[in-house]
């Protein structure tokens, strides 16, 4: 047996050749990689191409797909390129991240295969015990232009997936997780996180590390798989129509190619997250492992917490002995509010700047008289802009955000993901970073690893979320009980919850039979200025435990919180950043329950679709003694009067257990407090 076998079963996996010669590399035609507890086996060929597949516990989850990269000037990986050398790594270490959005710190433990071409690309493959990923990596001098890309996804037939069905290359990426046959998706699109379920294991498609680079999206190969299509660098963007066109610049004509780049460089991890149970897809966290580490080193100025925020609601203030509105007043209202609740921060959404000039002022709108009033407060201001106003007046923008003493910047209407609009966020980052300023960028593509390189990419948008209850029916219970296990994996989401306004929404109705039709009833109705939620407020509450955001939005009214203050309070002592995250139960679509830990105290939030709902919660999370716990539910007559809710106060201890009843489009949340 020759040294290299002898490595490969030390550390605790192998590289199968179909020959016993070591130095035979050119022979080389399959390896084998297995995960460190051995559930996950990747099989790469190399033969006229490359394809790998992966299996878990023993059964095929991928099948055979081709992965190849275009670089103009240099053979691809099935033009008779050759391996010339293959090594193996093994990694096993602790991650803590800056920004503690899972956990305080990551089990980061995988094994890695590495082969070397002679065609001056390698490939690499890592399997995780949760997951598989692998990644191009050049050594090429000087710029190189990459015309292309092959990522394939090929399964078995039958298999379906959640497709988030996209129109086209331009988009905020807020969509609905549409299940069907994987069959089915054919040419149409979709932007990625993408589910599949393939028996007996559900996959992840995502990536992340992505860097100078164009983001993947989705696509049917017209049989039982898909592949990664790309946006090609543009050559030609128009002038948004108005009133738009301080934010929208569509894509006219693209180039043929989709980067040049670095020659030297590593390039984006294409991610399969893998869950045997759905509740296993709660706690990946691959997205951010493999991601590029931190950038900007300390980090300590970077301050998680809740935003009031005025945009959802329209500045509806009521009780107050002024005009809401864009004003003075209006904020220094907010800021009070924030304040007096011990919420971190407040937003100046649009309306603060004229639009298209950020270095302009508006009538009645002191800004400058705001920010002494929120210093004085101790609240942070998050200012609003377009990236496109910002792009144009970038460095003076930049340091006027500096001057006006902002803390953060929201950046909004990106919808793009092609190399350009990639490098733009990374210069965004890298320039807040050096002022000490946090970013949420709005109207963007899914998180794929810049949040670690740049802590201070605190959130993102990149979800349908709470806003769309202002103009349409899409954001339901069903689709709340599915984020986390889609969208959720790829990183923190702004869905920004917290509507005080609640309604039994038309499926929810439906489905508890009070009407034959669920147009029938009105209780839920689409208003732009004074929305409401197709859920319970139980429902809203439990969104805080259970949605990840270290900048955590309370989306309604100040007056209505004030005047429903029993739930501010509640919802205020929520953190947004987490020491431990413990799934408890769920299925895609249908329920959800996660325990985190912040500190020496505990949370519980648990939401339903528009089904009614009881899950019994065994509290062995606990730690030793008894916890006095403060519990928000759902009232008994929730299912008819969907702002009924109950509080209940008692005391427990790690053997006990928890009946939840949850009303159709119901939540439960409870806070945990050592008694000592």
């Known amino acids: 047996m020759n040294r290299y076998f002898l490595k490969t079963i030390f550390i605790g996996f192998a590289i199968l050749l179909n020959t016993a010669s070591w130095a035979d590399t050119q022979s080389i035609s399959e390896y084998r990689l297995s995960s460190p507890n051995e559930t996950i086996d990747v099989v790469v060929k190399v033969k006229e191409g490359v394809t790998y597949s992966v299996e878990f516990k023993g059964q095929t989850i991928l099948d055979f797909s081709e992965v190849d990269l275009f670089v103009e000037g240099y053979p691809s990986l099935s033009k008779n390129t050759n391996v010339i050398n293959a090594s193996t790594d ?36 890592r399997a995780y015990d949760n997951g598989v990923g692998y990644q191009f990596v050049t050594d090429i001098d000087g710029s190189i232009k990459v015309i292309d890309e092959l990522a394939e996804f090929n399964f078995a037939s039958g298999t379906t997936t959640y497709f988030p069905e996209e129109e086209g290359f331009y988009s905020h990426n807020e969509r609905s997780y549409l299940l069907e046959p994987i069959s089915d998706i054919k040419s149409r699109l979709g932007s ?21 680079y164009a983001g993947m999206w989705l696509t049917g190969n017209g049989k039982n798989g898909l592949k990664g299509t790309f946006p090609e660098l543009p050559t030609k963007v128009v002038m948004g129509e108005a009133p738009w066109e301080d ?11 989709l980067a040049i780049t670095d020659g030297s460089r590593e390039f984006p991890w294409r991610v399969l997250a893998i869950a045997e149970n759905d509740i296993d897809l709660l706690s990946n966290q691959l997205t951010y492992q493999m991601a590029i580490p931190n950038q900007i080193g300390d980090t300590s100025w970077i301050k998680p917490g809740k935003v009031a925020w005025d945009w959802y609601n329209a500045n509806n203030l009521h009780g107050v002995d002024f005009e809401a509105g864009l004003n003075t007043e209006t904020y220094k209202f907010y800021i009070d509010f924030a304040a007096d609740n011990g919420i971190e921060y407040v937003i100046l959404d649009e309306g603060w700047y004229p639009l298209g000039d950020l270095m302009g002022t508006v009538e009645g709108f002191d800004v400058p008289a705001i920010m002494a009033h929120a210093k004085k407060r101790d609240v942070g201001i998050i200012l609003w802009t377009t990236w496109l106003t910002l792009r144009d007046q970038f460095d003076e923008a930049m340091d006027r955000f500096v001057e ?62 709470l806003e769309w209850n202002k103009w349409s029916y899409d954001s339901t219970p069903e689709h709340n009980t599915t984020l986390p296990f889609i969208r959720m994996v790829a990183g923190p989401m702004d869905y920004t919850p917290g509507a005080m306004s609640n309604a039994i929404g038309p499926a929810a ?76 139960a769920g299925k895609i679509g249908d329920f959800v329950a996660i325990a985190r830990q912040s500190g020496d105290k505990w949370f519980l939030g648990a939401i339903t679709d528009e089904f009614a709902r009881e899950l019994n919660v065994d509290l062995q999370f606990l730690g030793k003694g008894k916890y006095s716990v403060e519990i928000f539910r ?5 299912k008819k009067w969907a702002e009924d809710y109950a509080i209940e106060k008692r005391i427990v201890t790690s053997k006990d257990t928890l009946a939840l009843e949850l009303a159709p489009g119901g939540g439960y949340s409870a806070r945990f407090e050592p008694i000592k």
């Open 192 to 212: 990625t996180p993408t589910l599949v379920n393939s028996s007996p294991a559900k996959v992840l498609i995502t990536e992340t590390a992505l860097r100078d």
């Open 90 to 125: 093994n990694n096993r270490a602790t991650v803590y991240p800056e920004v503690r959005v899972k956990s305080a710190q990551i089990d980061d433990h995988y094994n890695q295969l590495s082969l070397q071409f002679d065609n001056k690309m390698t490939l690499r493959f």
């Open 634 to 638: 759902d009232g008994v007559n929730a």
């Open 509 to 584: 109705w439906e489905a508890i039979s009070y009407s034959g039709k669920a147009s029938d009833h009105q209780d839920f109705s689409i208003r732009f200025t004074r929305p409401m939620s197709q859920t319970t407020r139980a429902h809203q509450v439990a969104l805080f435990t259970l949605f990840e955001s270290p900048l955590q939005m309370m989306a309604d009214s100040p007056s209505q919180y004030k005047k429903e203050q029993t739930t501010a309070s509640f919802i205020a002592k929520v953190p947004t950043v987490w020491d431990a995250t413990i799934p408890i």
């Open 247 to 257: 934010r929208n610049e569509p894509v006219a004509e693209r180039a043929d190619f």
């Open 404 to 465: 006006l003493g902002a803390v953060g910047i929201k950046p909004d209407f990106f919808q793009r993901d092609d190399q350009e609009m990639v490098n733009f966020y990374w210069k965004i980052a890298d320039e807040a970073a050096k002022r000490k300023l946090l970013v949420d960028p709005h109207g963007s593509y899914k998180p794929a690893g810049l949040r670690r390189a740049y802590p201070n990419i605190i959130t993102r948008e990149g979800v349908k979320g």
